[in-house]
């Protein structure tokens, strides 16, 4: 399976409430990176952040690192319309030596 | 400053036809990728560059082929198309081999019949 698995698969929320995605991966990383995906277009890297990290902060973005739990969780605040799109994590696997997506998390946010 | 480009945006192909995907980046990076995406799904990793004269398999490298031309361009090449390869495909670079950031192009929409 995908190393890195995004949950919920769908989520539907108002404009101005928060956002929260979690992603799960399977075996050691050295980072996690969040992408947005809108309809139609390709990815657009949205925040990396380390395995020694714990949280990072990207204007309305928040990530956060579980090492021991491997997870992730990105949560956007006060969202807008305009951040309806599909969202993904891509673990990266030291050993592999490269990045796995997950199948990613839909949001709507409907104004 | 284009960033990542990719011809055609759409194609339509029989079953057994062959067919070249195009990718380019013009931000001098050194490692470029190949990815399909089949709907309501993540990517899933073809092939990949490294660097200008390498290309390694990903997960899912059966029935393509790659040609890292330059430092610029990254081909993907179906010999035979099928309808298993019916998918969206992207294109990717990066300044360096993953975990770097990858940048990505606006996707081929391509139909095997």
């Known amino acids: 399976s995908q190393q890195g698995e995004e949950d919920p698969q769908a989520l539907s929320i108002q404009e101005g409430e928060n956002a929260t995605m979690n992603c799960s991966y399977k075996?050691?990383?050295?980072?996690l990176q969040w992408y947005r995906q809108n309809s139609g277009r390709g990815l657009v890297h949205l925040i990396l952040i380390r395995s020694n990290e714990r949280e990072k902060h990207s204007g309305r973005l928040r990530v956060t690192l579980d090492t021991s739990k491997k997870s992730s969780s990105l949560l956007i605040t006060a969202s807008r319309a305009a951040d309806t799109a599909s969202y993904f994590c891509a673990a990266y696997n030291t050993n592999a030596g490269k990045s796995t997506f997950g199948d990613g998390t839909t949001l709507t946010v409907k104004p | 400053n284009a960033g990542v480009t990719q011809t055609p945006k759409f194609q339509v192909l029989k079953t057994g036809q062959s067919m070249t995907l195009q990718c380019a980046q013009d931000?001098?990076?050194?490692?470029m990728y190949w990815y399909r995406q089949d709907p309501g799904m993540g990517l899933r990793l073809i092939y990949y560059?490294?660097?200008?004269?390498?290309?390694d398999k990903g997960e899912v490298p059966n029935g393509y082929n790659v040609s890292r031309l330059n430092k610029r361009e990254f081909s993907l090449r179906l010999e035979s198309a099928a309808p298993s390869q019916t998918s969206v495909y992207f294109c990717?670079?990066?300044?360096?081999?993953?975990?770097?950031?990858?940048?990505f192009g606006p996707g081929t929409r391509l139909t095997v019949l």
């Open positions: 931000m001098n990076h050194n490692s």
């Open positions: 990717a670079s990066s300044a360096n081999r993953a975990p770097d950031t990858q940048y």
């Open positions: 560059s490294a660097s200008e004269g390498t290309t």
């Open positions: 075996t050691s990383i050295n980072n």
